[in-house]
Structures are given as structure tokens and as C-alpha cells.
């Protein structure tokens, strides 16, 4: 069963953003070290700032992408909106027409 993660902010959850960040941060490490392995992750919105260096957790993105082929998918209106398409160093620049097939290819989208 292939299933991708929809991530759309750069937190998780919205009532303190410094412990999103942190929830955000231990999430991506601990699907690093899961067994099972999205297909695809799918970042828009505020999620996309996950892609650049400085998030804490960028080394783990690295793992996934490189060490267990997980496609991470960035938005590119959404880079485009925030100035940062020239600054992500992981992921790979989307539109939105391969975003809606890769979900609807997935038997399961879960988003964070």
C-alpha cells in the first residue's frame, strides 16, 4: 500500500508554534528511523520552509530522499510566493497537476 504525507505548515498544530516546530522536527526524525516509508511527501503552504537548510530536521528529509527514495515534492507556487525556489536543497519543484496525480495514485493521503 503506498501512502504520501500532505504538509502544509511548518508546525504541527497551531496553538504554540515553538512546540509545533518541535513536534514537526521529532516527526521527521522519527519517520526516518520507521519502518514503513511514504511514497511521497507533498509540502504547500508554510510547509515548503521545511525544504531549506535551516529546519532542524533537514538532515532526516536528507535520509529520506536519498537513503529510501521518498519523493518529496515541493509546490512551486508556493516557493514562488515566499522568494525561496533557489534556496530549498532537498525536494524536488512541483506543479500542482503532479501534486493531485500523486495523491490520487496513493491509496492513502495523510495530512500533517
Do not use: N
Request: hydrophobic share 45%; glycine share 6%; charged share 25%.
Amino acid at each position: 500500500m503506498s501512502f504520501t504525507y500532505f504538509v502544509s505548515s511548518d508546525t504541527i498544530g497551531h496553538q504554540d508554534p515553538e512546540l509545533g516546530k518541535r513536534l514537526m522536527h521529532s516527526f521527521f526524525l522519527k519517520l526516518a528511523e520507521a519502518v514503513e516509508k511514504p511514497s511521497h511527501i507533498v509540502f504547500l503552504e508554510k510547509g515548503v520552509h521545511l525544504l531549506l537548510p535551516e529546519f532542524t530536521a533537514f538532515d532526516a528529509l536528507e535520509i529520506l530522499e536519498r537513503d529510501w527514495g521518498v519523493t518529496l515534492l515541493a509546490c512551486v507556487t508556493c516557493l514562488d510566493y515566499y522568494g525561496i525556489k533557489d534556496k530549498i536543497k532537498v525536494g524536488k519543484v512541483s506543479t500542482m497537476s503532479e501534486i493531485i496525480a500523486v495523491m490520487h495514485e496513493s491509496d492513502k493521503v495523510i495530512h500533517i
